[in-house]
């Protein structure tokens, strides 16, 4: 009876042994893979998403190395000048509207001079600019010195032709609207004649007045960003050279300065093509600067600042 037991233990314990050795886990749970099996099905779960990565890089790589637009204008500090949305763009993309940085000493560049008015006015109308329904007298005679009787367009003449000089001196070619008195030119044909002059530079010279006899001071003009005519293009330039030639011309002369005075209203400017500025030296009205205007010593200051000015353009410009 013993060994009858003693076999069946023996039975029982090799049967176990061979459960063991066949694997016969009752336990059938998945196991979890390896970690190389884990990154291998993490790559395949975001393989779709590359795809879609490439066609965002492509344009940056097609755009990369294209040249910045060359055409914005410099403008001067604080003018708040709206981008160069107002420049022409196409015209200063090309070579022959984007000339080489000029020189300081103007070589090259050419100055059209316009004195103020004439002797006698003419009244007939003429619009006040390009496809305008409004209409304004061609020329006035201007105003006249309280202290010393010199009419404005004589005023105007006198210094045109010292700038003129002073001008040549610093290498410009220089043109003058007219150098008589006796004349009859209306401000469109002022502006036409820097117009067809191919003018880098136009400077209309006047002298202002007022009811007020204590008013003094300079003060520049030109179109404003919005102005409906083709000037308003080039609005940048002629802000930079209006805010040159009248802080080079206080800071010569000593004159109290005014402002730039942004305006579509005056025909001289409104048909014009090219860089445009009027300067109004001083108030005739004022009788210690009508005094002052007309002094030789006092003009030659003026021609200083207006020249310094100019320069001071072109410096900006090449910038």
Request: net charge negative; with cysteine; glycine share 8%.
């Amino acid at each position: 009876m013993t060994r009858a037991l003693s076999l069946i233990v023996t039975v029982v314990g090799l049967l176990a042994l061979l459960c063991c050795v066949g694997g016969c886990s009752p336990q059938t749970a998945e196991t979890p893979p390896p970690p190389e099996e884990e990154a291998a099905v993490q790559t395949e779960a975001e393989a779709p998403d590359e795809p879609a990565s490439v066609p965002q890089d492509e344009p940056a790589a097609e755009n990369q190395g294209e040249p910045e637009a060359a055409d914005a204008d410099p403008l001067p500090p604080g003018a708040g000048l709206p981008d160069s949305e107002f420049v022409d763009r196409e015209e200063e993309a090309s070579p022959e509207a984007a000339p080489e940085p000029a020189a300081p000493t103007g070589q090259q560049r050419l100055v059209v001079i316009d004195p103020g008015h004439q002797s006698h006015a003419n009244t007939a109308q003429e619009p006040v600019g390009p496809g305008a329904s409004e209409m304004k007298m061609k020329v006035s005679g201007g105003t006249q010195g309280v202290a010393t009787g010199v009419p404005e367009y004589d005023l105007v003449l006198t210094v045109s032709l010292l700038l003129r000089e002073e001008l040549e001196a610093r290498g410009y070619a220089v043109l003058l609207v007219r150098e008589s008195n006796d004349v009859d030119i209306s401000n469109r044909e002022r502006a036409d004649f820097a117009n067809q002059a191919g003018a880098d530079v136009f400077l209309r010279l006047h002298a202002n007045g007022s009811n007020d006899r204590s008013v003094s001071g300079a003060m520049t003009l030109c179109p404003t960003p919005q102005s409906p005519y083709p000037i308003g293009g080039l609005y940048a330039r002629c802000r930079l050279l209006s805010d040159c030639v009248l802080d080079s011309f206080v800071a010569e002369t000593g004159a109290r300065k005014e402002r730039v005075w942004e305006t579509d209203t005056m025909s001289g400017l409104n048909w014009c093509q090219v860089p445009v500025t009027l300067l109004e030296m001083g108030y005739m009205s004022n009788p210690d600067e009508d005094r002052a205007l007309n002094d030789p010593a006092y003009q030659a200051r003026m021609v200083q600042g207006i020249a310094n000015g100019v320069d001071q353009y072109f410096a900006q410009l090449g910038a």
